[in-house]
C-alpha cells in the first residue's frame, strides 16, 4: 500500500506531480498553478470552439430543427456562404491592392532612385523620376575594377587564426 504525501495533493491540484519534486514545498504548489494569461487564453479558445459550432449549426441544421431546440430569431441561412465568401474577397483584395502599390510605386530601371553610390551618397534631384545621364565616351570614366577572388587559405588564416595549443607533460601520457 502506498502513502500519500498530504502535502503534495490538494484540492486544488489533486494529481500528485510527476517527477515528484525532492523536498515538497509551498511554493513548488504554487509555481504549478496556471496563470491570468493561460486562463484568459483558455476561455478565448474555448469561446472560438463554441461559437464556430453555433456557426455550423446555424448554418447545416434545418430551420425547424433550430426552432424545435427554441432557436426562433437568426438570419438567413445564405449568410453562412456569402459573409465568409466576402471575407475571403476582402483579403485577397488587401493581398492584390498592396502589390499594385508597390508596383506603382516602384521607379523605373533608368531612375536614378533605383541606385545607390558606393559610398551611400545619394544623387538629389527634384525631379524622382529623373533618368540616368548618358555615359561619356572616355574610357577612364567607364572603367571598372575586376573581380578578385581571395584564396581560401587566406580566408581561414583571417577568420580561424592559430590558437594556442595546450601544453601537456610527456610524462602524464604513456607510451606503448
Known amino acids: 500500500m502506498s502513502t500519500l504525501i498530504p502535502e503534495l495533493t490538494s484540492p486544488l491540484s489533486p494529481i500528485s506531480p510527476w517527477p515528484p ?4 514545498s509551498i511554493s513548488n504548489h504554487q509555481s504549478t498553478l496556471p ?30 430543427w433550430l426552432e424545435k431546440i427554441g432557436w426562433s430569431w437568426f438570419p438567413s441561412q445564405e449568410w453562412a456562404i456569402v459573409v465568409p465568401c466576402w471575407m475571403m474577397l476582402c483579403v485577397l483584395l488587401t493581398y492584390w491592392s498592396y502589390a499594385a502599390l508597390m508596383a506603382y510605386n516602384t521607379p523605373p530601371f533608368d531612375s536614378l532612385r533605383s541606385f545607390t553610390a558606393l559610398e551611400n551618397v545619394t544623387i538629389l534631384t527634384t525631379d524622382p523620376f ?27 588564416r583571417i577568420l580561424y587564426p592559430p590558437r594556442p595549443r595546450p601544453t601537456t607533460s610527456r610524462s602524464s601520457t604513456k607510451h606503448r
Do not use: H
Request: aromatic residues 12%; negative net charge.
Open 21 to 24: 519534486p525532492d523536498q515538497p
Open 35 to 64: 496563470s491570468s494569461t493561460e486562463i484568459y487564453a483558455l476561455i478565448a479558445v474555448l469561446g472560438t470552439y463554441i461559437l464556430f459550432g453555433l456557426y455550423l449549426s446555424w448554418a447545416f441544421l434545418p430551420v425547424n
Open 130 to 156: 529623373a533618368k540616368i545621364p548618358p555615359k561619356s565616351s572616355s574610357p577612364e570614366d567607364s572603367f571598372a575594377e575586376e573581380a578578385v577572388d581571395l584564396p581560401i587559405d587566406l580566408v581561414n
